[in-house]
């Protein structure tokens, strides 16, 4: 069974940082798009960055030239790094895989990850 398994949310103020990981041992990474997504209390899943197999990557509006997003295939791990962090960021994380980056940005992979909370205070 595949697993993907999220790390790295926290509580943080207002204009700093955090780096979330997703690892998944169960996967041959090279075959998958991966995303980071996010949801809010009372708010819709939203797509906050994805990357293809071969690394393009894409970005909400709300979150480009804050957050990275990458990839290691060989440590079949991808990393979501945030910086600038605002309240408005403040959201369970989840990272999700699909062997199409179409299914991925249109949210609906086919595995996700149980999620992490990042909290940012203000």
């Known amino acids: 069974q595949v697993q993907l398994v999220e790390s790295g949310g926290g509580l943080v103020q207002a204009g700093g940082s955090l780096r979330l990981s997703c690892a998944a041992p169960?996967?041959?990474?090279?075959?998958?798009?991966m995303g980071w997504y996010r949801q809010a209390p009372g708010k819709q899943r939203e797509l906050v960055a994805a990357?293809?197999?071969?690394?393009?990557?894409n970005y909400a509006d709300s979150v480009k030239g804050r957050f990275t997003i990458s990839r290691d295939n060989a440590e079949k791990t991808v990393y979501l790094q945030m910086n600038s962090l605002r309240s408005e960021d403040t959201a369970v994380y989840y990272c999700?895989?699909?062997?199409?980056?179409?299914?991925?940005?249109?949210?609906?992979?086919?595995?996700w990850g149980q999620g992490t909370q990042v909290t940012v205070s203000s």
């Open positions: 999700a895989a699909d062997q199409s980056v179409a299914t991925v940005r249109l949210g609906g992979p086919i595995y």
């Open positions: 169960g996967l041959t990474l090279t075959y998958y798009a």
């Open positions: 990357i293809t197999a071969g690394g393009s990557t």
